[in-house]
């Protein structure tokens, strides 16, 4: 019995190094078209009585504006030129910040905790591309595979270029052609540095913010963000 499952455990788990490393290869070459959240965001307007849809546009990264590739650079992770996906200085920084943070919520110095994270555009790309979104052990094992996996085989410009064309910007809003047509009426290519960093700003909760009506918060952002793009290079 025990070597039966045995056999059965190593044959899944090839089947799936196999399929992975299968579909990764392909979509190296082929455009990702459709993500395990867009499909839960249909579902869960469906289930809301509200039908948003997916509005995306496919580019290649040639015709994306170079500012808003370095906008999302200087935003979401600034050391993504260096790192092999999972940035570790960055991860140990968070963890310091986080034990800070727990330490002055135990002692009533602040009155809520505010969690840090570390992840990376390659972490981000392997969860939007590969994974549907959720906070187990398990899932964060396979975006930790899917991460190495994709730094291997599609390399950086690649990563920057799906996760651009995949990125939640707004309720059925994907992707920066999307995005800029959405609030700015005109395409990724012709996005001003300006345009540019205020979709980066929001990306940590586009449904919530709008790059066309940015708030205070969001304007100060944006303005962080495109006095560090003029740093950022680009893969």
């Known amino acids: 019995m025990v070597k039966k499952l045995f056999v059965w455990v190593v044959r899944i788990s090839a089947g799936f ?9 392909v979509t190296r ?6 993500t395990p959240l ?31 590739q370095r906008a999302v650079i200087a935003s979401e992770d600034e050391r993504f030129l ?18 800070r943070t727990e330490r002055l919520a135990a002692q009533g110095k602040i009155k809520r905790k505010r969690l840090y994270g570390a992840s990376t ?25 899917f991460t190495y996996l994709i730094e291997f085989i599609w390399g950086k410009r690649r990563i920057l270029e799906v996760y651009l064309n995949v990125i939640e910007m707004g309720s059925g809003v994907y992707g920066v052609e ?23 700003a929001v990306l940590p909760n586009p449904r919530k913010w709008s790059p066309a009506k940015p708030s205070g918060y969001i304007q100060r952002k944006a303005s962080t963000i495109q006095a560090r793009m003029t740093g950022v290079a680009l893969p």
């Open 121 to 145: 555009i390659t972490m981000q790309t392997a969860k939007n591309a590969f994974l549907f979104p959720s906070r187990t052990y398990l899932r964060k094992a396979f975006e930790a595979y």
């Open 178 to 200: 999307a995005a800029a047509q959405r609030y700015f009426g005109k395409s990724a290519g012709q996005l001003s540095a300006r345009e540019s960093a205020l979709i980066a």
């Open 29 to 34: 070459f082929v455009p990702v078209l459709l």
């Open 38 to 68: 867009m499909v839960i965001r249909l579902i869960e307007g469906g289930l809301e009585g509200k039908w948003v849809g997916i509005n995306k546009t496919w580019i290649p990264i040639d015709a994306m504006s170079p500012a808003v």
């Open 82 to 99: 260096t790192h092999t996906g999972i940035d570790w200085d960055a991860v140990h920084e968070a963890q310091q910040r986080n034990e």
């Open 17 to 25: 190094l196999v399929l992975s490393v299968v579909m990764v290869a």
